[in-house]
Structure formats: structure tokens, C-alpha cells
């Protein structure tokens, strides 16, 4: 069976044509994303700072009185008999 020419761009143009449409977008926001490596993502500086402020010297220490409050909670707090009788 032998094709003619004619019949042979009416299959291969839609085709061609939605191939085509989709390389551009994804070629459309592959410039995008690389774009936005260059400058630094504003979700990066934001993670940065929460970094920073849970393992800099403010929250360390902060770590430290929490642990110191426990403790201490812990051995004078009220005992299990003293819970049993209330």
C-alpha cells in the first residue's frame, strides 16, 4: 500500500505541531528554574535564617535552661505518693 505525499502531512502535522508546543514550554521553564539558581531562591534565604536560629548560641542556651528547669522539676517535683494519697 503506498502512501501519497499528501495524506502522509495530514498525519504527521498535528503531530508535529503539539510535539513542537510541548519542547517550547518545557523548554520555557527549564529557563525559568535556571534563572532562579543563579540569584538564590527567597525560600533558601528563609531556611537559612530558621537554620541559624535554631542552632546559634541564643537557642542553645535556651536549650540549656529548658534542660536545667527539668531537672530540677524532676527532683523536687511532688512523688508518686504524694500522688496517691490525693
Not at 47 to 67: D, E, P
Amino acid at each position: 500500500m503506498k502512501t501519497s505525499r499528501k495524506s502522509f502531512g495530514i498525519v504527521w502535522k498535528p503531530i508535529l505541531a503539539k510535539t513542537v508546543t510541548a519542547g517550547s514550554i518545557a523548554l520555557s521553564f527549564a529557563t525559568v528554574a535556571l534563572a532562579q539558581q543563579g540569584g538564590g531562591s527567597p525560600w533558601e534565604n528563609a531556611v537559612n535564617v530558621l537554620q541559624q536560629a535554631f542552632t546559634g548560641t541564643i537557642a542553645k542556651g535556651l536549650a540549656l535552661v529548658a534542660i536545667v528547669v527539668g531537672g530540677l522539676t524532676f527532683a523536687f517535683g511532688p512523688s508518686k505518693q504524694t500522688l496517691l494519697t490525693l
